[in-house]
């Protein structure tokens, strides 16, 4: 296959400042609509390394899928920092968010309508972003056959959409949004419409697109087994990042794999509790923070110190 070095092609490096692929520092996009202003990112703090694989997900509204979008340079931030390779995509003009989108960035929809032109074949879907961006024939044939041949499908190369399954046509999407050896992948849902067993198929064959080209993946899903197949899970709430899920595995369960949450805390000391933890402080309040043997304790006074000063005070 394909060495990493290669697939680059002329993309930029990672961006000195950071040394992360992406970084996202205090991102905050706001829509305005009339009279009223949505707040869809809050200070978003988010760092992704080359050729690492994470999925992002959240409840509906959370700000994943606006993320996805300003990651992929659909859509512009409000105010923050977010750097992508070389490239930051607060301050960057209209031309060069064109190129960026074209060559830089791979996107794949849920729905496969948004990624598949109708009456092309699948090989021919391939080529078409190529032949956009000017490749000779003979190049996006044989990348077109590579990226066939790495996702199973070489035999259905002349068929059209419509003759493909739902899982088919996902992976042809994926190897639409890899057509011009982009270092980063995004993808919105890509098993939103299918069952689990090809879930966990396309899920398979994203991690070894990741490792053979070493493509860096962002994802958004809310499929539940995900956590097996990616580096790490992010999970977005509000519009900021409220904690990471590692997965490792444990050699003591025959071979099974262990889940670990970690609460973010980001560079000015915040954080957001797990809701379950939050529903403790149901209308804010005080929270007490314990300290013992390194391990951090935040639970909710037994008493409502305000009061008892209160009290104290008549």
């Known amino acids: 296959m394909t060495q990493f070095s290669e697939y680059q092609g002329n993309t930029g490096t990672p961006a000195e400042e950071t040394g992360y692929y992406i970084d996202c520092r205090d991102l905050f996009k706001i829509y305005k609509r009339a009279d009223l202003e949505v707040v869809a990112l809050r200070g978003l703090d988010l760092s992704v390394e080359a050729g690492e694989l994470i999925a992002v997900i959240g409840a509906s509204g959370s700000g994943k899928s606006t993320l996805l979008n300003i990651l ?42 948004r990624n598949l032109v109708p009456y092309l074949s699948v090989a021919d879907n391939i080529a078409l972003p190529m032949a956009l961006s000017g490749e ?34 996902q992976r042809a999407a994926i190897a639409v949004g890899l ?44 499929y539940a087994g995900v956590s097996q197949f990616v580096d790490r899970v ?3 709430r509000d519009g900021r990042i409220g904690s990471e899920t590692f997965s490792r595995p444990d050699y003591r369960r025959d071979g099974g ?42 639970d909710a006074p037994g008493t409502n ?4 000063r209160s009290r104290s005070q008549q």
């Open 72 to 113: 992929a340079g659909l859509d512009r931030p409000s105010a923050g920092q977010v750097l992508v390779g070389a490239r930051d995509l607060l301050d960057v003009s209209d031309s060069d968010l064109v190129m960026y989108r074209r060559s830089e960035v791979g996107f794949v929809w849920q729905a496969t309508a």
């Open 257 to 298: 794999i262990v889940e670990e949450e970690f609460v973010v805390v980001d560079p000015a000391g915040r954080l957001q509790l797990p809701p379950e933890l939050a529903e403790r402080f149901r209308r804010g309040g005080l929270a007490k923070i314990q300290t013992e043997d390194g391990q951090i304790t935040i």
């Open 136 to 169: 000779p024939a003979k190049v996006r044939r044989a990348w077109s056959d590579e990226l066939l041949e790495s996702l199973g499908m070489a035999d259905k190369k002349d068929r059209l959409p419509y003759q493909l399954s739902g899982g088919e046509q």
């Open 305 to 308: 110190p305000r009061q008892t």
């Open 234 to 236: 992010v999970h977005i």
């Open 179 to 222: 057509a011009n050896k982009p270092p980063l992948l995004l993808a919105d849902e890509p098993t939103g419409e299918l069952d689990t067993e090809n879930a966990d198929s396309i899920f398979e064959m994203i991690r070894g697109l990741n490792q053979s080209y070493g493509v860096t993946v962002v994802t958004v899903t809310h």
